[in-house]
Nanobody, 121 residues
Framework: QVQLAESGGGLVQAGGSLRLSCRAPGNIFRLAVMGWYRQAPGKERDLVATITNRGITDYADSVTGRFTISRDNAENTAHLQMNSLQSEDTAVYYC???????????????WGQGTQVTVSS
């Protein structure tokens, strides 16, 4: 079973920064659209940011200008740099890899185990 390895969560004061990392096996990472999602208590899991294997990025409105997603293809790792953190950013953050199969006619999802981010006000 393929699992993505996340790291970097923790406790930070409002206004502070954290950097999340997600490492995937190379055969998955090189083709995957990598994404970060988050789930706060009692809420649904929401998209935070994505980056394609060509480096095209997309962000949720709530994090635009504060968060930056990037990928290190040499290390098979995606990062989420989170600045100006607010209490509303408190959630479990999940990494996701979406890999095209059969020439893109199918998509395979892989998830990380989640990492807790807590922002104290």
């Amino acid at each position: 079973q393929v699992q993505l390895a996340e790291s970097g969560g923790g406790l930070v004061q409002a206004g502070g920064s954290l950097r999340l990392s997600c490492r995937a096996p190379g055969n998955i990472f090189r083709l995957a659209v990598m994404g970060w999602y988050r789930q706060a208590p009692g809420k649904e899991r929401d998209l935070v940011a994505t980056i394609t294997n060509r480096g095209i990025t997309d962000y949720a409105d709530s994090v635009t200008g504060r968060f930056t997603i990037s990928r290190d293809n040499a290390e098979n790792t995606a990062h989420l740099q989170m600045n100006s953190l607010q209490s509303e950013d408190t959630a479990v953050y999940y990494c996701k890899a979406v890999v095209p199969l059969n020439g893109g006619s199918l998509l395979q999802d892989y998830w990380g185990q989640g990492t807790q981010v807590t922002v104290s006000s």
